[in-house]
């Protein structure tokens, strides 16, 4: 069997002219880079780049837990999301400036915090909290999803230097989590929107699986009229698809970055 690359393309992909902006067939990701220790300070940091989106995402160790959770011996992962004012086309302000984040920002940050104490044993971590910093340098689609993924390659890190300096005897995670959207768009069903899918699709979604084949979360909207059972599996396959190519990815980061 031929080596994956990092596109996500499959071999068996229809050879035709593709109707997506970036001609891009419809199970094709754009390409993908994560490069570890971007971060001095963090203990664990990945620039992940997907096509034009790159977030920074860092793990910060700290010896506390929030306080519903003081003396009870467990641990605690979660998250913040935040865009650079140009990482969009036109200038956003920063949420410090106005003082309060958004709707959105407090959302995705939810969903990255849940997404990675899905494959967290939090009771394995003990009484540590490590936190996801999630940066958008530049956005083109896909940004929460990103920074899932580049979040998981962060808190591997992070957790392994735990357990080489003998913080913890195990890693303490249950598996890896990635995330990845598609959409329904004049194409079809797509994989791996960017911003000029995503603005314009009927429907589009957010898959955050795990690799041995598990569902955390799912995020689907209609935004023109409601869609199928066959078009949300046709979604679903991609996802499977691309996820694998994202698990792979995860996994060659943490592999180079652990060489010595």
Not at 103 to 109: D, F, P, W
Not at 153 to 163: D, P, S, W
Not at 182 to 194: H, N, Q, R, W, Y
Not at 230 to 254: K, V
Request: charged residues 20%; proline residues 6%.
């Amino acid at each position: 069997m031929p080596a994956p690359d990092h596109s996500g393309h499959s071999e068996h992909s229809p050879a035709h002219p593709s109707d997506r902006p970036s001609d891009r067939l419809p199970d094709q990701m754009r390409p993908i880079v994560i490069e570890t220790g971007f971060s001095r300070h963090a203990e664990g940091s990945a620039l992940i780049r997907v096509g034009a989106t790159e977030v920074l995402c860092t793990a910060s160790v700290e010896n506390r837990v929030p306080p519903f959770l003081r003396g009870k011996g467990s641990g605690w992962v979660t998250a913040e999301y935040g865009m650079l004012p140009r990482a969009t086309h036109t200038r956003g302000p920063r949420e410090a400036a106005k003082g309060r984040q958004s709707g959105r920002t407090q959302e995705i940050q939810r969903l990255i915090g849940r997404a990675l104490r899905a494959v967290t044993d939090l009771n394995a971590l003990g009484e540590i909290c490590i936190t996801l910093d999630c940066d958008v340098l530049n956005a083109d689609g896909g940004t929460r999803c990103a920074a899932i993924t580049g979040s998981w390659v962060a808190l591997r890190l992070a957790l392994g230097k735990l357990v080489a300096n003998r913080v913890l005897q195990r890693l303490p995670l249950r598996g890896q989590v990635a995330a990845v959207s598609c959409g329904l768009t004049k194409a079809g069903p797509v994989l791996d929107l960017d911003y000029a899918e995503d603005s314009a699709a009927a429907a589009d979604t957010n898959f955050v699986l795990t690799a041995d084949n598990r569902i955390v979360e799912i995020q689907a909207t209609a935004e023109t009229a409601p869609f199928t059972h066959d078009a949300f599996e046709s979604l679903l396959a991609l996802a499977r698809a691309g996820t694998t190519t994202l698990f792979e990815a995860q996994m060659a980061a943490i592999t180079k970055a652990e060489t010595p």
